[in-house]
């Protein structure tokens, strides 16, 4: 089992985006680790972890997270989510308040996206009838920008490998049924007492900028926008998301 982390100060605990896995932090983590304690996992049904016999909710994903805080005996956690991982996050910060310090959320918006419904009831049909490969070849284009795309094209068969090696098709479809019944964030959140980041890309198809905005004030986040970048922010711009990121969880507190 993990290390038990008996520490005072803040944690940071990176937290996953769909089809992801904890490996996909390996350059934040190498940026963080001189200066905090880190936990990556892989939530329920995503990479190495078992979907298990419970129904897939938000709240089944919080509830996860805080059993294993308190199983390392993490006072305090900052989190650092990614799609996915930011909705968990947000929803953990809201419900166990004196657990979270800081949160730094990226790639969701405030707003009902229809598109993004689609767009993942369509990952969730691909996968059902084309299997993993098809799904991944159809999911990158959309998470990833136009700059990013352009660049790393050479890269795209390589990322779809690794996607199909670190998913499971069960999970996986577990995960998106889950993902298309979660409550509407515009209904859920609110002002957090927590400080607050929220990042997006300007060419994220999912949750564009302005989605991600309206997020950041109905919460009292900060808010900063990466230009020529699309949903996956860690991934295409990481040195600059490392720096952000570094700066918000290490600059003093305004109390």
Not at 30 to 53: N, W
Not at 142 to 162: C, H, R
């Given at each position: 089992?993990?290390?038990?982390?008996?520490?005072?100060?803040?944690?940071v605990?990176?937290?996953?985006?769909?089809?992801?896995t904890?490996?996909?932090?390996?350059?934040?983590?190498?940026?963080?680790?001189?200066?905090?304690?880190?936990?990556?996992y892989?939530?329920?049904?995503?990479?190495k972890?078992?979907?298990?016999?419970?129904?897939?909710?938000?709240?089944?994903?919080?509830?996860d997270l805080f059993?294993?805080?308190?199983?390392?005996?993490?006072?305090?956690?900052?989190?650092?989510?990614?799609?996915?991982?930011a909705?968990?996050?947000?929803a953990?910060?809201?419900?166990?308040?004196?657990?979270?310090?800081?949160?730094?959320l990226?790639?969701?918006?405030?707003?009902?996206?229809?598109?993004?419904?689609?767009?993942?009831?369509?990952?969730?049909?691909?996968l059902?009838t084309?299997?993993l490969?098809a799904?991944?070849?159809?999911?990158?284009?959309?998470i990833?920008?136009?700059?990013?795309?352009?660049?790393n094209?050479m890269?795209l068969?390589?990322?779809?490998?690794?996607?199909v090696?670190?998913?499971?098709?069960?999970?996986?479809?577990?995960?998106?049924a889950?993902?298309?019944?979660?409550?509407?964030?515009?209904?859920?959140?609110?002002?957090?007492?927590?400080?607050?980041?929220?990042?997006?890309?300007?060419?994220?198809?999912l949750?564009?900028?302005?989605?991600a905005?309206?997020l950041?004030?109905?919460?009292?986040?900060?808010?900063?926008q990466?230009e020529?970048?699309?949903?996956?922010?860690?991934?295409?711009?990481?040195?600059?998301?490392?720096?952000?990121?570094?700066?918000?969880?290490?600059?003093?507190?305004?109390?």
């Amino acid at each position: 089992g993990p290390q038990r982390l008996d520490i005072d100060h803040p944690v940071v605990v990176f937290l996953n985006g769909t089809t992801q896995t904890a490996l996909q932090w390996r350059p934040q983590v190498l940026d963080m680790l001189p200066d905090f304690p880190i936990v990556c996992y892989d939530g329920r049904a995503q990479g190495k972890s078992e979907p298990g016999d419970r129904a897939l909710t938000l709240d089944l994903h919080v509830e996860d997270l805080f059993s294993l805080l308190s199983y390392l005996g993490i006072q305090k956690a900052h989190l650092v989510g990614l799609s996915h991982g930011a909705r968990v996050a947000l929803a953990f910060a809201a419900r166990h308040v004196e657990k979270t310090d800081r949160l730094i959320l990226c790639g969701i918006g405030a707003d009902t996206r229809y598109r993004s419904r689609a767009i993942v009831r369509s990952w969730h049909e691909i996968l059902r009838t084309g299997g993993l490969e098809a799904m991944a070849w159809a999911v990158l284009p959309v998470i990833l920008g136009e700059s990013y795309l352009k660049e790393n094209e050479m890269l795209l068969p390589k990322m779809v490998a690794a996607l199909v090696a670190r998913n499971r098709k069960e999970s996986l479809l577990a995960h998106f049924a889950a993902l298309l019944s979660y409550p509407l964030l515009s209904e859920t959140a609110s002002r957090l007492d927590q400080p607050c980041l929220v990042i997006s890309g300007s060419d994220d198809l999912l949750y564009g900028p302005g989605p991600a905005k309206r997020l950041a004030q109905i919460i009292a986040a900060d808010y900063e926008q990466f230009e020529k970048t699309g949903h996956n922010v860690p991934v295409e711009a990481a040195k600059r998301f490392n720096r952000v990121c570094h700066g918000f969880l290490t600059k003093p507190s305004s109390s």
